[in-house]
C-alpha cells in the first residue's frame, strides 16, 4: 500500500486580481460563501479526508489568512459568558492546533508549479495532496476522500478530472486518456490551456492533485511556461510522458468554480438554497426578483 497521504498544500498566495477592489484589503481566500469563507471549505474537505498537516503557500498581505486560523481568546471567553456554544463551535472549527499548521511565502507570482515547490522542505519524502480553494465542489464524501481511496490502491500521482463543455477547454489543463477502469483515468499526457483544435479530450484537471515527491524534482527543472509561470500541469506531464503511474480521478460532487465573479455568485445563491435557516425566505426574494 502507498504512503499514508497526511499532508496538504494550499496554495494561497495569489492577488485575487479578479475581485479587485474588495481583495485590495481582503485575501480572495476570506471572502465569504453565505457565512463561510471560502479556505473553510477546503479546510473542511482536507480534514474529513484525513489530513493531519496544512500547509499554506501565502504572499505578503495575507495575515488576516494567518489570523483566520488562530485562537480569538477575546471572543471565545465572550461567547462561553454569553451562553452561546453553537457559536463558540464555529469559532472552534475555523482554529488549527499548533503545529498542525504552517505558513511559507511565495515572493514572486510565479504560478502553480512554483507556489507547490515553495513547500518543498515541508514535504521532504511523503505524498502530499494539493487543494486549490477556487474550486468548491459539494458532495456527499469529500472530493479528496475519494481520490485518497482510489489513490490508496494504485498509488502514483492523481489528479481530478471532470467533463468540461468545448467552449471552456482553453481555460483547463486537459488530459490525453488511456484505459479506464471505473472511475480512474490512465493519463498519457497532459495539455495545459490547449485550443479545441488540439485538445485530446473534454477531461479537465479540476483543483485537487495527490502527488509524490519526484514532482519537487520536476517542478525544479521546468523553464518558464504559459503566461510566464511555471506549471504544475507541466511537471505532472513529464511524469506521464515517461510512462508513469499517472491517473486522473472523475470524482462525484458539483463543482463551484469560485475564481470567477460569475462562479462565485452562483456558488453562493447555490449554497444558500441548500441551508435550512435560510432559504425559504431566500428563495421567496430570489422569485420576488427574477
Not at 496544512?54 to 480569538?72: A, C, H, P, Q, W
Not at 464555529?90 to 504560478?111: C, K, M, N, W
Not at 487543494?131 to 456527499?140: A, R
Amino acid at each position: 500500500m502507498p504512503q499514508k497521504v497526511k499532508k496538504a498544500i494550499f496554495p494561497v498566495a495569489g492577488l485575487g486580481t479578479r475581485f479587485l477592489p474588495a481583495t485590495k484589503a481582503i485575501p480572495k481566500e476570506i471572502l465569504t460563501l453565505v457565512d463561510q469563507p471560502l479556505i473553510q471549505y477546503s479546510m473542511d474537505e482536507a480534514r474529513e479526508s484525513g489530513i493531519e498537516e496544512f500547509i499554506f503557500v501565502t504572499s505578503r498581505g495575507k495575515g488576516s489568512l494567518e489570523d483566520y486560523f488562530d485562537r480569538s481568546p477575546t471572543l471565545e471567553n465572550h461567547l462561553k459568558k454569553q451562553g452561546k456554544l453553537d457559536l463558540l463551535k464555529l469559532t472552534e472549527r475555523a482554529t488549527l492546533d499548533s503545529g498542525s499548521i504552517a505558513y511559507v511565502r511565495q515572493h514572486d507570482p510565479l504560478g502553480l508549479g512554483d507556489a507547490v515547490y515553495c513547500a518543498k522542505n515541508l514535504i521532504k519524502d511523503e505524498p502530499f495532496a494539493v487543494i486549490l480553494t477556487d474550486d468548491v465542489i459539494v458532495s456527499k464524501k469529500p472530493v479528496m476522500k475519494q481520490m485518497i481511496e482510489a489513490y490508496n490502491t494504485i498509488g502514483g500521482e492523481m489528479v481530478a478530472l471532470m467533463n468540461i463543455p468545448t467552449e471552456e477547454i482553453s481555460n483547463y489543463g486537459v488530459i490525453e486518456p488511456g484505459e479506464q477502469k471505473g472511475s480512474t483515468v490512465a493519463i498519457k499526457s497532459m495539455i495545459e490551456k490547449p485550443s479545441v483544435a488540439e485538445s485530446p479530450s473534454s477531461l479537465a484537471v479540476i483543483g485537487r492533485y495527490i502527488l509524490t515527491p519526484k514532482i519537487m524534482t520536476n517542478i525544479a527543472q521546468l523553464s518558464k511556461g504559459t503566461h510566464g509561470e511555471i506549471q504544475l500541469t507541466d511537471a505532472i506531464n513529464h511524469e506521464a510522458m515517461m510512462g508513469s503511474n499517472v491517473n486522473g480521478f472523475i470524482f462525484e460532487g458539483h463543482r463551484h468554480d469560485c475564481g470567477s465573479k460569475i462562479g462565485y455568485l452562483k456558488a453562493t445563491v447555490s449554497l444558500a438554497l441548500t441551508r435550512p435557516d435560510i432559504k425559504n425566505e431566500f428563495k421567496e426574494f430570489l422569485n420576488s426578483i427574477v
